[in-house]
Every structure is written in C-alpha cells, then in structure tokens.
C-alpha cells in the first residue's frame, strides 16, 4: 500500500491486490481485517482508500466471500473490468483457438519460428525489447529495468519469460507471473510490429499454455484490455477470445473517509 498525498492505493503499481483468502476463512474475520485497514488509514489522516482486486476467476467459489465483506466495512465499487482469461485443460492449444489464428499459428511454424521459455535472457535485453515494442504502441512500461532485475532476482521461480524467436531475432516476449499454485499472470506482452502478419503471440501464447499444462497450472490469466489511455480496447479483448479467452470481472473498490480521526481500533 502507498500513500499518494492524502490517497492510498493498494497496490501501487501491482495490476492486483486485495483480500486473499483461504475457503475455510469466515466474513466476520475479513470485515475485521478491512476495518482495521479502514481505521488505521484514518488514522494517518488519509481522505481515501483505493483497492484494486484480483480477477474473479481467481476464486471463483470464494468471490461471494470476498465481495461481501468490502460492502460491509464502507467500500463501494468504483470501477468493473473485463478481465481475460484461459482455463488450462486437457486438450491442446490449437483445438480451443479459432480458425484464422490456427492459420496465423502454422504460417508461424512453417516460417521456421520457434517458441519457448528463456529464462537465461538478461532483464536489460528483456526490458529494452518490451519498452521498444511499446513505446511504438503509445504505451508506458509498468516497471523500471531496476525494478525487474530486482524481481528476477528475489523471485526467479515466479517471473517467467517467453519468447518468440525468428532466428537469432526476438519477435515476441513476454514476462508472466506465477501468481500462486493455480495461475499464471500474462503481465507484459509485446511483439515486433513488421511481424504481425505471422501473429507471433499466438505461437508465444501456445508456448505459455503448454507449460501451464505441464506444471499443473489451472488459469492462464490473459488481464484486462485497455489501450495507452486506459480504455477498454475492443481489438485487444476480440484477440483474447479468439485464442481461447473467457471473460470474469475485476473490481477497484474504493473508500472516502470522514476528517475524525478514531479513538480505537475494532475487536474481533
């Protein structure tokens, strides 16, 4: 959680936070947990509290659980997101995309382009390949190169790379996130424009699916599809569904607080 003047959000820079819990916790103990939260920001003279949530399709038998309980302490839903994502199954990759992306998937292969994980790329390589793709979409990269190196590094079993390689070329890469046992988070995703006749992130997205099925991994969590202003891009959602995505919603809450300061803090 960061305070931004007089705002905290929560998380700062994560696409996703908020209450994480297992079946067995009861509403009572997270409104307890969200009005301890909810008092001690007050505390600290803040005038709002922003929570952005994890996609539904995380818990699905939990969302109820989860949702009830920011109701309860005062949070109201500010804004609803489409989020994308893919339920790991038996069956292949090429069975569950739609027919112009298999014909995207086998002029890819037939070109010779090969996919896979490549964990030994260096993060300044990483980096300046997605900030390059980017930058030429309009769009600002989430992290600094500091800020991946570091991740890498503390957390080298969770944040995974992809590529897609034309030779000794990279021409699509992305950075996921194993979130927990059951997901993994597609987080940056790029591919070189002069390549987009090949599609190369459906090879690269094959590539991703595929080792979920190999470790066992339930959701391939695809994200929300906004364009560099921070819409909702309908071209971006259409490709997502096209290889396979299903949609679930992702809620930011968020709470305004009163200038009194409380005396105490709640009690279970």
Known sequence: ????????????????GGIQCDVGCQESELVFLLSSIKHWVQSQSGKKLVVKTAPSCYYTTLDSLRHIPYLNTGFVPI??????????????FYAQIRPAERRRLKKASNSGFEAGLASGLA?????????????????????????LETLRQNFPDRYLIFTVMAGSEIVALTLTVRANSRVLYNFLCSDIPAYR???PTVMLMEAVYNYCRQQNIEILDLGISLDQNGDFKPSLHRFKKNIGGQDCLKLTYEMKFANQIPRQFPSL
């Open 1 to 16: 959680m960061e305070k931004r003047g007089n705002v905290w959000v929560s998380p700062p820079h994560a696409p996703f």
């Open 197 to 199: 006749a090949y599609s």
């Open 79 to 92: 804004q609803t997101c489409l989020n994308s994502f893919i339920s790991i199954s038996s069956s292949d």
């Open 123 to 147: 993060s300044s390589v990483i980096y300046e390949f997605l900030e390059k793709c980017r930058n030429q979409m309009g769009y600002r990269m989430s992290l600094t190169l500091s800020q």
